[in-house]
């Protein structure tokens, strides 16, 4: 998977840009997974609103940083779903 396979897809699950930013600029977008190549590997990561480094992932190839991003997308509509789910059953 590349960085527009992987945009695309995002886009197909109408997921915020909030969330995510393939840029690189984690200043930019705090809270939000970053993609960003650093000398010949890819790192994936994500900051606070104070720019402080939450969570790094390192990768081999731009494909398998990607790939990461992408499952921690379906991880997340998965889990926002489950709450959504629970939230509505204690309604009832």
Do not use: H
Not at 12 to 24: A, D, F, R
């Amino acid at each position: 998977m590349n960085i527009e396979d992987l945009r695309c897809k995002i886009c197909e699950l109408q997921i915020p840009t909030s969330l995510y930013n393939l840029e690189g600029d984690c200043k930019r977008t705090a809270g939000a997974t970053s993609l960003t190549l650093v000398g010949d590997i890819w790192r994936v990561y994500t900051c606070d609103e104070r720019n402080q480094l939450l969570s790094s992932y390192w990768f081999n190839t731009k494909s398998d940083a990607c790939s990461f991003i992408y499952q921690n997308i379906i991880d997340y509509i998965d889990f926002r779903d489950k709450l959504k789910l629970l939230r509505n059953s204690q309604c009832l």
